[in-house]
């Protein structure tokens, strides 16, 4: 019997279950790579080869040399492996998390002042079935 | 005997670490969440325990995807601020109390609680945050800290109820540790937050409200909340939120309030902060 994954119909979101591990682990661990300072100046030197060296599929790779992180999470990434990636760059969780809605940076942290994303509209996919 | 004399919540936000760190802690955008912890600096100045139980999940950092434990005590002497990628937090280093932590661990396993015990981590934002806040920047830590790590990146984390029935355990343990220990327990992480994909940013007041209401008169009920709603309702990463189950399920059943801290944002969270007595 399939597992009951009701997650599925949260928007905007992508749960880090065990099926997302499995297809992320490479580049997730290529991620933890980055928590020493020497790698994360290799990897800043070259990216694609530093890249190149991880068991890594070819979109997975492509998303990182873009900084697609929505695209990362979709493909097995998960936002506290991610972080390693925007840390290295120097970048905040505000800015990672402002990318990933589409938002300018100003414009999210305008949104989080006066009180962030609001839930109304945000919790189902589909109108839960009211019948 | 040692004691469990207080417990204490707040959220682990790194970003609030790094505006500790960089003094920042007076601008504009920092001040009101920074004022929502003076009065328990002062308080904790006059409580301060010989040793705190702090709760808190690591962040991809001691555990990569090579292993994932559900619940993991430190045994060590000591535990040193990680690297996560943006340099060592200028932190003290965390001192442990191994023999507290070895009685904790044989007492709760065998209360049927599979705590996977470690004897050499280094520990993230998730733990250095909450004392920062807590305790301001000391030459060092004015106690012992034993780390309690709770997987809540990997889905499922452990449900509410088990975290709830956890803390039981670590109570009787505490309570049944020789020593004369005045003990706090901490339970850290959340409130409302997503950080990810375009409902990034999802903050839902009302529900965290309820949590703290409900976390204070009626933890059992609220310890039923299945994974889904935390998930739907308070983000993805608001599941944090079931790690203060297990300081709550570690207190009486009835507590005191002493203080209560709620704001929004620190960056993309939603902050909560409580401090309970336990023991009247």
């Not at chain 1, 992320?24 to 990897?43: A, D, I, K, T, V």
């Not at chain 2, 280093?93 to 507290?100: I, K, Q, R």
């Not at chain 2, 343990?173 to 901490?186: H, K, T």
Request: proline fraction near 7%; include cysteine.
């Amino acid at each position: 019997m399939a597992l009951d994954k009701p997650y599925a119909d949260i928007p905007g979101t992508v749960i880090f279950d065990a099926e997302q591990a499995r297809r992320g682990y490479h580049l997730n661990m290529f991620c933890m790579s980055l928590m020493q300072p020497e790698n994360r100046r290799r990897f800043l030197a070259g990216e694609r080869a530093y890249l190149d060296a991880w068991p890594m599929t070819e979109a997975q790779k492509q998303a990182v040399l873009d900084r697609d992180y929505n695209r990362m999470i979709a493909l097995g990434g998960n936002v506290y492996f991610l972080a390693r990636i925007f840390a290295t760059d120097g970048q905040s969780f505000q800015h990672a998390a402002a990318l990933m809605t589409g938002m300018t940076e100003a414009d999210y942290v305008k949104m989080m002042l006066s009180g962030g994303r609001s839930p109304e509209g945000n919790l189902y996919c589909t109108e839960p079935d009211r019948g | 005997m040692a004691r469990i004399s207080a417990g204490i919540t707040t959220s682990h936000v790194p970003a609030i670490g790094a505006a500790v760190d960089l003094g920042k802690t007076a601008q504009p955008y920092w001040a009101p969440l920074f004022a929502g912890y003076e009065f328990s600096k002062r308080w904790i100045a006059g409580h301060t325990p010989d040793v705190i139980l702090l709760v808190y999940n690591d962040h991809a950092t001691a555990f990569s995807l090579d292993i994932v434990p559900t619940f993991a005590i430190g045994c060590a002497e000591r535990f040193q601020p990680a690297d996560e990628g943006w340099g060592r937090r200028p932190v003290p280093v965390v001192e442990g109390h191994p023999e507290l932590a070895a009685h904790i661990a044989q007492s709760v396993i065998q209360q049927d609680f599979d705590l996977t015990v470690i004897h050499r981590m280094d520990v993230d934002h998730g733990l250095t945050v909450p004392l920062s806040l807590l305790f301001g920047q000391p030459a060092a830590w004015p106690c012992r800290v034993i780390p309690l790590a709770v997987n809540v990146v990997l889905y499922p984390p452990p449900s509410g109820r088990r975290c709830y029935e956890l803390g039981h355990a670590l109570r009787r343990a505490i309570e049944s540790f020789d020593e004369d220990l005045d003990v706090q327990v901490w339970g850290t992480g959340g409130m409302s937050h997503q950080l990810q994909g375009p409902r990034a940013g999802l903050i839902n007041q009302p529900f965290d409200r309820a949590f703290l209401d409900r976390l204070i008169r009626e933890p059992a009920a609220l310890a039923q909340m299945p994974h889904i709603d935390y998930v739907r309702l308070a983000g993805s990463e608001g599941i944090e939120l079931v790690m203060w189950l297990i300081m709550r399920g570690a207190l009486h059943e009835r507590v005191r309030e002493v203080h209560r801290f709620y704001h929004v944002p620190a960056s993309n969270t939603a902050v909560g902060h409580l401090i309970l007595d336990n023991t009247e």
